[in-house]
């Protein structure tokens, strides 16, 4: 607020000074007295005007009239207050953050403080810890700003992620999340599914090398059944077996909604391999699907290969080191032979018969890329001679 001196110039009074005035008791209504320094004929009375209607809202906000009724002029002290900060909002963020290290006990991490409004927030490898994620749970809520929350290798365990849990249970901005390598276990992995189910916005969720085994296959079944948004799951590197895909073959069977799922490097083998198998074959979502490095054998290859005949979205399946042998790989390559819609299969062991059959599927399917093992050791020995062209002459061989 400005005040009009006698000399004509104007007074800044800061707000906090104003709150003290107005709260005088020799200031109140009645015997608060402004006094307005007349001008000289040579000013427009229009200026006039406008000087005693701003000297009697100033009178009016010594008498304490509420804010609402000062009208549309701001203080220029709010404007100084913030001058040089990232905003009320990124102070707040800030505060709250810091705040909270302090009672967990931790040490803050930097690169949150800077992160301001990037819509990235990437933690990788942090050392966080549950303390660490705790301080960083009561903080997400305040920051309208990141979209992607990459927490990957912070031993979050299941204390840590309960607490974040909550926080993305209510965040309505992010919608991409990576807590791979966070020893979550079965409790992790019940608190992010439940909060996961909570959060219709989340698209991608990463849980790769978090020690899941057959209890928390019940809750992934869960994820996949009530969360129809979710688009991308990773839980490569996990101990998911043939229980966990007792599990999750049905859930799969039921899903709508994603798009892309990678559990790879499990150990889904036997009846759980067949199971799974069988919620491919029903599922009509599914784009891209990566099971390399189970055991699914010639049992859950077959299975796969009865799934190919019927599904018809898949568009990249990934099969590579499942134990299947030739026998398996005819029996997948015979469903291949009537599907119409996968572009890319990535298998491994072959032989002639596999190869005459891979070749009257592509009179069906023009467009397939079939990688095999043998493929990728003729290659190679494509690019063998050109190496050697180019080494020097004097180079040992």
Aim: aromatic share 4%; proline share 4%.
């Amino acid at each position: 607020m400005r005040l009009v001196g006698a000399a004509g110039g104007s007074t800044h009074i800061p707000r906090r000074v104003l709150g003290a005035v107005a709260s005088s008791p020799d200031l109140s209504a009645g015997n608060c007295k402004m006094g307005i320094t007349k001008r000289g004929p040579c000013e427009k009375s229009g200026e006039n005007e406008g000087r005693e209607k701003e000297a009697a809202a100033a009178a009016g906000r010594f008498a304490g009239v509420p804010e609402a009724e000062k009208g549309s002029d701001v203080d220029s002290d709010s404007d100084l207050e913030t001058e040089g900060t990232h905003g009320l909002g990124e102070l707040v963020k800030e505060t709250l953050y810091l705040r909270s290290c302090r009672v967990h006990s931790v040490v803050p991490a930097s690169c949150f403080l800077r992160q301001g409004r990037d819509p990235e927030l990437n933690l990788r490898h942090r050392g966080l810890g549950p303390q660490g994620a705790q301080a960083l749970a009561s903080s997400l809520n305040s920051n309208p700003y990141v979209k992607r929350l990459d927490l990957r290798d912070n031993g979050l365990c299941g204390a840590g992620t309960e607490a974040l849990a909550s926080a993305l249970s209510k965040s309505s901005c992010i919608c991409d999340v990576d807590l791979s390598e966070n020893q979550l276990g079965a409790v992790g992995a019940q608190a992010i599914c439940a909060a996961l189910i909570a959060n219709p916005t989340m698209q991608k969720v990463q849980l790769a090398g978090n020690g899941l085994e057959e209890q928390a296959a019940q809750y992934l079944a869960e994820l996949l059944l009530a969360h129809t948004g979710l688009k991308f799951l990773d839980l490569s590197y996990n101990q998911l077996n043939d229980q966990a895909g007792e599990t999750l073959g049905p859930a799969l069977a039921e899903n709508t909604g994603l798009i892309e799922l990678n559990i790879s490097w499990n150990h889904l083998r036997g009846p759980g391999a067949i199971a799974f198998a069988r919620g491919l074959e029903a599922n009509i979502f599914l784009r891209v699907l990566d099971i390399s490095y189970n055991g699914f054998g010639d049992p859950g290859a077959s299975a796969v290969g009865e799934a190919l005949r019927t599904n018809n979205v898949l568009e990249e399946l990934n099969v590579s080191n499942n134990r299947i042998s030739a026998v398996g790989a005819l029996s997948l390559g015979r469903g291949l032979r009537v599907n119409q819609t996968l572009r890319s299969l990535v298998e491994i062991q072959v032989n002639r018969e596999f190869d005459d059959l891979a070749s009257s599927v592509k009179a069906v399917l023009p467009g397939l890329c079939i990688k095999t093992a043998a493929h990728r050791v003729e290659y190679k020995k494509q690019l063998l001679p050109v190496f050697r062209s180019s080494q020097p002459a004097s180079a040992p061989k």
